[in-house]
Nanobody, 115 residues
Framework: QVKLVESGGGLVQPGESLRLSCAASGIFLGRNTIAWYRQAPEKQRELVAAFFPDGSTNYADSVKGRFTISRDIAKNTNALQMNNLEPADTAVYYC?????????WGQGTQVTVSS
């Protein structure tokens, strides 16, 4: 059974940083595409960052240069380092792993950026 558990969300002020983590069980992250999505109130869920099995990455234009996605194969975890946070980054963030046509999701973690 695949399980993804996010942690690290919280309330921060604009310009501050947060690090989200996603712990996986029942699946090996090293062989699959991992990603972080976010969903703000009354908005559609959007892709924030992706980490592909070959080590390449992809980012939404709105977070390029501020967010970094990474993978720790030994711990079977991945992380999203978020720097210089803005109020527009406020959302529930979800960890995602794709295995062929199947997507697995975590329960989400709230990130709130407010002064």
């Amino acid at each position: 059974q695949v399980k993804l558990v996010e942690s690290g969300g919280g309330l921060v002020q604009p310009g501050e940083s947060l690090r989200l983590s996603c712990a996986a069980s029942g699946i090996f992250l090293g062989r699959n595409t991992i990603a972080w999505y976010r969903q703000a109130p009354e908005k559609q869920r959007e892709l924030v960052a992706a980490f592909f099995p070959d080590g390449s990455t992809n980012y939404a234009d709105s977070v390029k240069g501020r967010f970094t996605i990474s993978r720790d194969i030994a711990k079977n975890t991945n992380a999203l380092q978020m720097n210089n946070l803005e109020p527009a980054d406020t959302a529930v963030y979800y960890c995602n792993v794709r295995v062929g046509p199947v997507s697995y999701w975590g329960q989400g973690t709230q990130v709130t950026v407010s002064s």
